[in-house]
C-alpha cells in the first residue's frame, strides 16, 4: 500500500515536473534570501556548559558580565631600558584608546603606598603614571614593582624578565578593528621585545577567521568528494549534476533555515552544511542505482515512479534514522549542539524530500538509459564482487562472530580509560599563535585563570569587615590560600592592609587596631577611583564592608599549564579545607567567576553522550522493528552499528582521541548514520528470500542480496565517509577529531552490514533451514 501511494506521489511529480522545477526554484529564492543574514558566534567560551549557581553569584559578585580580558606581555633579558619602557607606555595608551577597551591595569598604573615624612601617599608604580624618563626614575620604578605583590604575576613575571597589561574589553561578536589597532600598536615594541597576546578578543577573533575560512574549504572538497565518486559510479553527466544539484540546494536550504530559525554559524553547527553535502547524496545514489536497474525504453516514464516507489523503503527507513541520530542531540545541555543537531536534521529531511520528488521529475526530462549504462549497474565489477563475498562469509561466519566477542571485550576495557577535554584551548592546533602567546603566559605569570572568593557579613551587617579580630582570621586565611602551589594571584582587602602597613611601620602584617584599618578603607575608596582599580573585575570590598572578595588566579603548577576540570576540584577541595582552618565562625566564602564552569565539563559531557545517544539507539530500535514488523530484525539490524561504535572506542583509547563538546555527538551521529547500509541490506534479503522460499536455496538469496544491496552500500558509504573526511583540514581539533571519529565509525559499520549482518543472518535464519546444498 505504501509502496503503491509512494509511485501515485512520485508519478504526479514526474506529470508536473515543470511545477515542481518552479516550487523548487521559489523555496531556493528564500532560502538564498535567508543565507544573506548568516552570522557568526566566535565565542568559544560559550562551548562550556553554563552552572545556573556560578551564572547567579557571578552576576551578583560581578561588576560586569558582559566583558573580557586582553592581555599583552613584552619579555627581555632585561625589560627595564628607558627606551623600551617608553615604547611599551605608548602601546598601552594606543590600545586602551580604543573604544572596544574599557580600561587597562599595567605598569605604570599599578597602585604604590609609600611613605614621605610620616604621611603615607597613594602613588602609582610609573612617575606621573607614565614611563620613566630618567636613570633616577627607571632604578624607582623598578624598585616599586619588585617588592609589590601586587605586581608579582600579574603585570611582572615570576623570573622579572617579562611585563605585562590587561585590559578589560566588551564583548562583541568580532575584534577585527581591535586587533588590528593592536598589532599597529605593538609593531615597535617587537624591535626590543618578544611579545605576547592573548585573551577573550584573540580567542574569538582567531576563531572567527578559522570559521570563515573552514566553511568554503570544507563545502568545496565535499563537492569535489562526490563529483568523483558519481562519476566512477555512473559516468553519466546526468548522474554527476542532479544529484549534485539535490545536494547543493538541500544545504542551501539548510542555512537558509538555521537563519530563519535564528542559529548562528559556531564551531559546531559549521559541521552542518558539509555534513549535509555529505549524507544528502547518498539518497540520491541509492535514487539512481535504482533508476539505471529498472530502466526500460520508450517515452513512457512511469517506471521511473516504479522504481523510486521500490526504492522508497529503504530512502525513507535511511533518512528518518538519520534524522533520529542528529534529532537524539535536542537532548544535549548545550544550546549550540542542540541547534547543530535539528539543522543537519532539517537538512536530511530536503534531501530525502529531493531525491524522491525532485530528482525522478529531472531525470523523466532526459533520455532513458541505454543498455551499457544497466548493464555496468546490475553485473558490473563491485556487483559480481558481492556475490564472491556473500560466500565467503558463509564459510568463515564462525570466525566473523568470535571477532565481535573480542570486540566486546576490547570495549569493555577501553570504557575504562575514557578521556574528557576540559581546556577550550586544546581546541586549536598548536600551531597557533593564539596556543603558543597562551602557553608562554601560564609559564611566566602563573596563568590567566581567574576565581573569586566572596564572604558576607552575617545578616549583611555593615562594617563586619572593618573589625580587627574578623579581618585577622581573614588574614590568616590568605596567607594559606597565597601558599597553595596552584595559587599564582592574590588580591584582596587585607592584601591592601599589609601593603599600607608596611609602608607605614616596615612591617606586612594586617593591623590589631581599628583606625589604621579605617584609614584603609578610605584609601580602597581612591584605589576604585583610579584607574587601575576602575579595571578591577571586583573590587576588594563593596561599599560598607559587609563584603569582602578575594579576586584569585590559578594554574596547575605541576604542569606548568592553564588548570583543568580535575586539578580545579582538587584545589576548591584544599581551598574547603583552609576555609574550615582559618574562618572559623565566620561565613563561608562563595567561589564564583566564569572559570567555575570548569568544574561541570566532564559531568556534562557524560551525561550528555548517554543521554543522546540512549535515545537515539531506542529510537532507532522502534522504528526498524515496526519498519520491519518484527522485534527480532530491528535488533538484529543494530549488531552492526554496535560493533562499529564499540571499535570507535578502542581507537579512540589507542589514539589518545579525548571527548570533547563536538566529539561526544559522534556515537549519536554514527548511530543515525550507520544503520542506513543495515537496514537496506535487511530489506532486499527479506525479498531474495520471498524469491528464494526453499530454505535449502538460503545462500543464493543471500548472494542476491549483496548482488543488489551491495554496490549501493558500497558507494554511499565511499561518499559519506570521504565527505566526512574533508573535516580533518579544519583548524579546530575537535572538528577534525569528529570527521575522524564519524567516518571510521560509517567505514566500520560499512564493514559490519556486509560482512558481520550476513553472518548473523545465516547464523539465525529468518526461515527454518534444511540441510545446506552445496554453495558450488
Known sequence: MIQQFVQRVVGFCIRNRVAVMLVTAAVTALMAWAVRGLQVDSDVTNLLPRNVKTLELTKRYGRSQDSGELLLAVEA????????????????????????????????????????????????????????????ELALFRDRLAGNPLARNLILSRDGRALGAVFPVKLAPEYSSLLAAVQEAVRPLKARYQVYLTGAPIITQTTRDALLSDVPKFLGL????????????????????????????????????????GMKLTVVSIMAPPLVLTLGSSYSIHVLNQYYRQAQHGRDKDWIAQAVSLVNATVFLAALTTIIGFGSLATATLRQIREFGLATAAGILYCLLLAELFLPAMLSFGRNPSDAEKER????????????????????????????????????????????????????????????????????????????????????????????????RVARFEEALAAEPDVSYVLSFTTLLRLMNQALTGQAVVPDKRAPILLASRYLRAISASPYGSSLEVLPANEDYSRLNFAVRVYDSQSDSVILEPRMKQLLKRLDRLM?????????????????????????????????????????????????????????????????????????????????????????????????????????YRRQLAAFPDPRDQHKALAGTLAIAGRPIVLTSLTIVAGLLVLVFSRFMPILYFGLLVSLALFTTTLGALIILPAVLWTIPLQKRRPATSLG
Not at 108 to 117: P, T
Not at 230 to 255: A, D, E, H, K, Q
Not at 635 to 663: K, Q, R, S, W
Open 222 to 261: 565535499s563537492f569535489l568528494v562526490i563529483l568523483v565518486v558519481l562519476f566512477l559510479s555512473f559516468r553519466s553527466v546526468r548522474s554527476i549534476l542532479l544529484p549534485l544539484v539535490v545536494v547543493v540546494l538541500g544545504t542551501l536550504w539548510t542555512v537558509g533555515t538555521m537563519v530563519l530559525a
Open 377 to 472: 549497474v546490475l553485473n558490473g565489477a563491485i556487483t559480481r564482487s558481492m556475490q564472491h563475498l556473500a560466500l565467503w562469509v558463509i564459510r568463515w561466519r564462525w570466525a566473523i562472530l568470535a571477532v565481535i566477542v573480542l570486540i566486546a571485550a576490547g570495549f569493555g576495557l577501553a570504557l575504562r580509560h575514557v578521556q574528557y577535554q576540559t581546556n577550550y584551548l586544546a581546541y586549536y592546533r598548536q600551531s597557533e599563535k593564539l596556543i603558543q602567546d597562551s602557553r608562554a603566559l601560564v609559564q611566566r605569570f602563573g596563568g590567566f585563570t581567574n576565581i573569586f572568593l566572596t564572604l558576607e557579613a552575617p545578616g549583611g551587617e555593615a562594617n563586619y569587615f572593618l573589625r580587627p579580630e574578623v579581618l585577622a
Open 580 to 684: 574550615a582552618e582559618n574562618l572559623e565562625g565566620l561565613p563561608r566564602p562563595q567561589p564564583w567567576g566564569r572559570s567555575m564552569v570548569l568544574l561541570y565539563i566532564s559531568e556534562t559531557l557524560a551525561r550528555d553522550q548517554l543521554w543522546s545517544a540512549l535515545c537515539s539507539i531506542a529510537l532507532i530500535f522502534l522504528v526498524t522493528a515496526l519498519g520491519f514488523r518484527s522485534a527480532r530484525l530491528g535488533a538484529i539490524t543494530l549488531i552492526p552499528l554496535l560493533v562499529g561504535i564499540m571499535l570507535n572506542f578502542i581507537f579512540m583509547i589507542l589514539l589518545a582521541i579525548p571527548f570533547d563538546v563536538v566529539t561526544v555527538m559522534f556515537s549519536s551521529v554514527a548511530m543515525g548514520v550507520g544503520i542506513d547500509d543495515s537496514i537496506h541490506l535487511i530489506l532486499w
Open 77 to 136: 633579558e632585561d625589560p627595564f631600558t628607558i627606551e623600551g619602557l617608553r615604547l611599551l607606555e605608548q602601546a598601552v595608551r594606543r590600545i586602551q584608546d580604543h573604544p572596544q577597551v574599557t580600561g587597562a591595569i599595567h605598569p605604570f598604573n599599578l597602585v604604590v603606598f609609600e611613605s614621605q615624612d610620616g604621611k603615607l601617599r597613594l602613588v602609582p608604580a610609573g612617575p606621573g603614571g607614565g614611563a620613566p624618563r630618567t636613570p633616577a
